[in-house]
């Protein structure tokens, strides 16, 4: 049996469909059943929430293999995770990182993760650790200030960046739930083409055949506006900036070539994305239609 926490997610939507197509028993641990309800249906559905631990152990019985996916910005989660993993006698985690814990130094961005992966190393139950980098699907983070004015605000300047689908690293996730030799494997992943954001952003014009206007971000609030437009507590809006602030240094990038290795083929484009969600970026799109 698999678990699949964060189910609902931009990686959990693409990941249950992943484990649905194979002859894995399969668990989804859900909040809302109803925003599961267009998730493939021979996917069990369990509500808890990893915010109370209590509500875990149902989940939890009988699994053999857990995908951990945490958001925010600290541990509490992943900690009654584990924990019921551990009772549960899970026998192996695939567990969503990022990149950003092999940065040296490792950024405040970085050191949550870094703390999680601890956690499960500690519980002594075999992991995998998916360190992924921007997500492609961190573009829909700019519909705001595109409906507001038709314009993106740029933090990065000439940094740049290789973004991964989140298809993508659902993919490599379901492979080391369903397959061996991946247990004690850390896979850095990003997509296969660096991008600035201008870069980005002329792809989305060209896709959807609208010229959109990019802005140079001048202050610290509207870089974390860029990010997280409804705003983001103090502590991620400071790790936020001092990514931004690494990002616009790294004029080089980094790119990996870990999901063709491990998929037998290349990323996914973010041309290819864009197709897919340009309904998103037209004036009347809207991105809880995404696919």
């Excluded at 992943?189 to 060209?206: C, D, H």
Aim: aromatic content about 6%.
């Amino acid at each position: 049996m698999i678990l699949v926490t964060g189910a609902t997610g931009n990686i959990g939507r693409e990941l249950t469909r992943e484990l649905a197509a194979t002859d894995a028993e399969l668990r989804l641990l859900v909040r809302d059943p109803a925003r599961a309800a267009a998730l493939p249906e021979r996917a069990e559905r369990v509500v808890g929430d990893l915010d109370e631990p209590a509500t875990l152990t149902a989940a939890f019985t009988g699994v053999d293999a857990l995908f951990l996916l945490t958001q925010g910005i600290g541990t509490d989660r992943t900690s009654a995770a584990v924990a019921a993993a551990e009772a549960a006698g899970v026998r192996h985690i695939v567990h969503l990182s990022s990149l950003h814990v092999t940065l040296d130094p490792i950024p405040a961005m970085g050191r949550w993760h870094h703390e999680r992966e601890r956690i499960v190393r500690a519980s002594g139950i075999p992991a995998t650790f998916l360190r992924p980098g921007g997500f492609m699907t961190n573009a829909l983070d700019w519909l705001p200030t595109l409906r507001e004015g038709n314009y993106v605000l740029d933090p990065v300047g000439p940094g740049r960046y290789a973004p991964v689908d989140p298809a993508d690293i659902a993919a490599v996730a379901a492979l080391a739930l369903t397959r061996d030799g991946h247990r004690g494997k850390a896979y850095s992943l990003t997509g296969g083409e660096l991008f600035t954001v201008a870069e980005q952003v002329r792809v989305i014009s060209q896709t959807v055949g609208r010229d959109i206007e990019v802005r140079e971000v001048t202050t610290a609030a509207e870089a974390v506006r860029f990010r997280f437009p409804g705003g983001a507590p103090r502590a991620l809006a400071d790790a936020v900036t001092e990514g931004f602030h690494l990002m616009r240094a790294d004029t080089a990038g980094i790119r990996t070539d870990t999901v063709e290795l491990l998929l037998g083929r290349g990323p996914r484009t973010f041309a290819d994305w864009c197709e897919r969600h340009a309904d998103a970026f037209r004036p009347s799109g809207d991105p809880n239609e995404l696919s």
